[in-house]
């Protein structure tokens, strides 16, 4: 294979793709990225055996195919080449174990792996009836469910995010058992002209697939998606990536959502909780990380205390009449939730008198787009 790249088409992918290689040892061929070229197009695939991608690039007067073929390129030592150069016309000539890298002002002679027909296929998008949303609310909700996940926690199921794919919405929701994240945004169903008996999909995507997914996104209007029972595919724009499921049931998640009527609210504008929460945290520290809300009428304090680092309050005005209030949370959860709320909304804070309902300690925050979060108050 001899192929002359242009470095803002090829580089660009190629980076990406890359990303969803293996770092395993034991299976060497997984840490290279598969390049096909042919005379209409340049394909790029890599595995990790669980999450893999495929990126296609047209061949047009900036590519030139000198020999078709296939070959494996070493991810980690290529992708150092190209950030360490500069030239914009790079010509790829590989015959048999040998890479050959060469722009006007450098050359590379690399060893590659031969064994091509080893490397896992990574099929092209072509199923005929998927879901479509934007890439922006796709991003969306990845970034206000994915820190609610528990990482090590031996439920497998809790290790990502739930998706629930209906005809004109999606919510993603994410939990540790301690607090929940919850995201809808508007979605489509589409058949592709075909005829299918609509049916709702559930599917927990893993941390690692959805953070390789935003990754791929920044190029992209709208995102393609496709579940079936193990495993699920994403189109945006030129790269699909296909990525195994969790396994497990997921909690009801509606369930833990509290009652609204049942409890008392107050609306907030999220930068100026979100601050206040900032500023009285200052103090604490990681082993007694408890927040107090002291409510009262028209203003709530927002307090905490650390044994060798001293005290902190911060006052902030609300619309709140009645009786005084205390509550505590861990501050912590709600420094993750506030990163991720729009800081020019209003958030609304469903809260339990725990005096009078000790059963019920979640609160519940929630904005005007969709994002609801669940937390535990501290007793």
């Not at 791929?216 to 209007?221: I, M, T």
Request: glycine share 6%; with cysteine; aromatic share 10%.
């Amino acid at each position: 294979m001899r192929i002359h790249i242009q470095r803002d088409k090829f580089v660009p992918l190629f980076t990406l793709i890359s990303n969803f290689t293996s770092t395993n040892d034991l299976y060497p061929a997984r840490q290279n990225v598969k390049l096909i070229a042919n005379e209409s197009t340049v394909v790029l695939m890599a595995t990790d055996g669980e999450i893999s991608a495929r990126g296609e690039i047209a061949v047009d007067e900036s590519f030139v195919i000198d020999r078709v073929g296939e070959a494996l390129l070493p991810a980690k030592l290529l992708g150092k080449i190209f950030s360490e150069t500069t030239d914009s016309d790079i010509l790829l000539d590989i015959e048999g174990t040998r890479l050959t890298v060469k722009g006007a002002k450098f050359r590379y002679q690399l060893g590659i792996i031969e064994d091509v027909d080893s490397f896992p296929t990574v099929a092209p998008f072509q199923e005929t009836d998927c879901f479509k949303l934007s890439v922006a609310s796709l991003n969306r909700m990845i970034s206000r469910t994915i820190y609610a996940t528990e990482a090590n926690n031996t439920h497998f199921e809790l290790r990502g995010v739930m998706f629930l794919f209906e005809q004109e919405r999606t919510t993603a929701v994410a939990t540790d058992g301690r607090r929940l994240a919850l995201q809808v945004c508007s979605s489509e169903y589409v058949a592709n002209g075909e005829e299918h008996e609509f049916e709702a999909k559930k599917a927990i995507f893993p941390t690692r697939a959805l953070n390789l997914i935003k990754r791929s996104s920044s190029a992209a209007s709208d995102a393609l998606i496709a579940v079936r029972d193990v495993n699920a595919q994403i189109q945006i724009g030129n790269v699909v990536i296909s990525t195994t499921l969790n396994s497990g049931r997921f909690p009801d998640w509606k369930a833990i959502l509290p009652d609204k009527t049942k409890k008392k609210y107050v609306d907030f504008i999220v930068e100026e909780l979100a601050r206040a929460v900032r500023q009285a945290d200052i103090v604490l520290t990681q082993d007694k990380p408890g927040l107090e809300f002291y409510f009262e009428t028209g203003k709530v304090s927002v307090t905490a205390a650390g044994e060798a680092t001293g005290e902190s309050s911060v006052e902030l005005p609300i619309a709140y009449d009645g009786e005084p209030e205390k509550l505590r949370f861990d501050s912590r959860f709600l420094n993750e939730f506030f990163r991720e709320a729009p800081a020019d909304d209003t958030v609304r804070f469903y809260f339990s008198v725990l005096g009078d309902q000790k059963s019920d300690y979640r609160a519940l925050f929630e904005t005007n787009d969709g994002y609801q979060y669940v937390v535990m108050q501290l007793s």
